[in-house]
């Protein structure tokens, strides 16, 4: 299966990801950009978006590039910082490039930045490659 093939079928069963309304904009082999817009209802008490909003999308970013190679991919450590607040209406892009990928290990890095192009939130994530073809 294709990068893109094997994107799709992921989004198909992914609820979450649909619901954050999530859209594919890239995607390649250890690569991925996915684009969202904040919603009102992601703000937290202090009227800005959630920490789990970033965090969720980068974590949906690092699925989608590491398993963009064809093997199944599941997180096993991840770590984000949050660097600017982000609002109700930005317009967040996750931009998730791998950093090495071995026989049973792959590390990732997936940016956050919003419409001005500032970055909001850096993710690191490391997934254990299963072997598991995906088709």
Not at 40 to 64: K, Y
Not at 85 to 96: E, K, S, Y
């Amino acid at each position: 299966m294709t990068p893109v093939e094997i994107v799709n079928k992921m989004m198909n069963q992914d609820h979450f990801s649909q619901w954050l309304g999530i859209t594919v904009i890239s995607i390649d082999n250890g690569k991925c950009i996915l684009g969202m817009q904040v919603k009102s209802e992601m703000v937290n008490g202090f009227g800005i978006a959630h920490g789990g909003i970033t965090f969720s999308l980068a974590d949906s970013a690092l699925a989608f590039a590491s398993n963009s190679h064809g093997k199944h991919c599941v997180s096993i450590e991840t770590s984000i910082h949050h660097l600017r607040p982000v609002n109700v209406g930005d317009q967040l892009t996750a931009n998730c490039q791998e950093i090495n990928r071995g026989k049973s290990l792959g590390l990732y890095e997936v940016k956050i930045t919003n419409q001005d192009q500032k970055l909001v939130a850096f993710f690191k994530g490391q997934v254990k490659i299963i072997d598991k073809d995906w088709c």
